[in-house]
């Protein structure tokens, strides 16, 4: 039997004035989607138990089946895994952004929470000058990551400051969400010297002449220490691997014990190459029997407010990814193929929020089934025809044992 789980990041989201009171799932031409949740299992779970932040790291987390209230300790140590950072008990880990803050009206305010979505050879040249500037003094260390995500590591540092997602903050004063409390302010004096050294910056200098957005500095967030999981091998003898373009998802998946597959043109932004993830992951299905396959696309939309780009990725994610892996598991004998994303991220918040997502489940048995009830994969579908799990995080096990 063959496993697959597709997360489609950020994919629900709220009924839109725009759409005609519907949501970019409900617009979305998806007849694959459409076929799993019509002729297989329909439902809503909540991917982010109460009380804890709406993230892709909690959400990720309860779709692999751990549950974040026992497992998570920050999101930023799960990308460490995944960059291959080795992290000891006393070490701490922060996500760092590059970021694009302009002063406007007297005030700073987040412009661009991702640096103009800055390539990863630029960024990597910025990263590498600040940790060199740094010369990593008091334990602190910069670590290179993709596009305008990376890390720093405070060797036998602190994690009780408050910190904030600089995603949700856009178009807003930075001054009352910069770190606060114990150890907050030598992050705020990392802060201030990647201002000195990204101001007159070769690469900024270049980006400025191109008219392209600045990584004026460096923010800091989602601090945490390494999180002691048991592999899914461990836990239901799943031999896996995970397919994302970004550390967090890659880095779940290796504290679980899946392999990472790289997959050349996999960018985690919109130009992302749907159609080779799904062919590296039906590759890997032949070596394995589990797939964790992550898209990033329609949260970035989500983030951006571009209603028509999420629906151009929620398309993009039926037509280039569901159809051929549907297509390609009937080669592969039995399976089945599990299909939800980690939270909302609703255009009209430009961020992630916390209320339950559909799922669909569908596998070799369903094909032979004919056409159900009119159902197709959004939210009010699953909302009102569906099932409810209450627990996200047990839903694996559901899946598994159907």
């Excluded at 997959?263 to 992302?272: I, Q, R, S, W």
Aim: aromatic fraction near 6%; glycine fraction near 12%.
């Amino acid at each position: 039997m063959k496993y697959v789980i597709v997360q489609g990041d950020g994919m629900a989201d709220r009924p839109l004035e725009m759409l005609g009171g519907r949501t970019p799932l409900d617009v979305a031409r998806t007849p694959n989607l459409d076929r799993m949740a019509s002729r297989g299992i329909l439902g809503m779970t909540p991917t982010i138990p109460k009380g804890m932040p709406p993230g892709s790291d909690v959400g990720t987390m309860s779709i692999l089946g751990y549950d974040p209230r026992q497992y998570h300790t920050g999101r930023s140590p799960i990308e460490a895994a995944s960059m291959g950072v080795e992290l000891g008990p006393a070490d701490i880990a922060f996500r760092c952004n590059l970021v694009g803050v302009e002063h406007v009206g007297g005030v700073d305010v987040m412009a661009d929470f991702t640096a103009g979505h800055i390539g990863s050879e630029e960024a990597a040249r910025l990263i590498a000058d600040l940790d060199a500037s740094q010369g990593r003094r008091d334990g602190f260390e910069f670590h290179a990551g993709v596009s305008y995500r990376h890390l720093l590591v405070w060797r036998g540092g602190i994690e009780e400051m408050r910190t904030t997602p600089p995603h949700d903050i856009t178009g807003q004063s930075t001054a009352e969400h910069l770190p606060t409390g114990r150890g907050a302010e030598q992050l705020l004096d990392l802060i201030r010297r990647s201002r000195e050294v990204f101001s007159e910056h070769p690469v900024n200098l270049a980006r400025r002449t191109r008219g392209e957005r600045e990584a004026s500095q460096i923010w800091l967030w989602g601090q945490g220490r390494r999180p002691a999981v048991p592999t899914l091998k461990e836990r239901f003898g799943l031999d896996g691997a995970v397919i994302a373009a970004v550390d967090l998802v890659n880095g779940l998946g290796v504290l679980a014990g899946l392999e990472r597959i790289r997959v050349p043109g996999a960018t985690g932004y919109l130009d992302t190459d749907y159609a080779a993830k799904a062919e590296y992951g039906l590759k890997a299905l032949g070596e394995c029997n589990f797939l964790f396959l992550h898209v990033e696309a329609p949260d970035e939309a989500g983030h951006m407010g571009n209603v028509q780009e999420k629906i151009k990725a929620i398309e993009s994610i039926d037509e280039k990814v569901i159809g051929p892996l549907i297509d390609g598991l009937g080669r592969l004998g039995d399976w089945r193929l599990m299909v939800l994303p980690d939270h909302a991220t609703p255009c009209m918040l430009k961020t992630h929020s916390d209320e339950p997502v559909p799922f669909t489940v569908f596998s070799s048995r369903d094909l032979e089934k004919a056409r159900g009830p009119g159902r197709r994969y959004t939210e009010l579908d699953a909302r009102d025809h569906g099932i409810f799990i209450p627990e996200a995080h047990t839903l694996i096990e559901r899946f598994l044992r159907r």
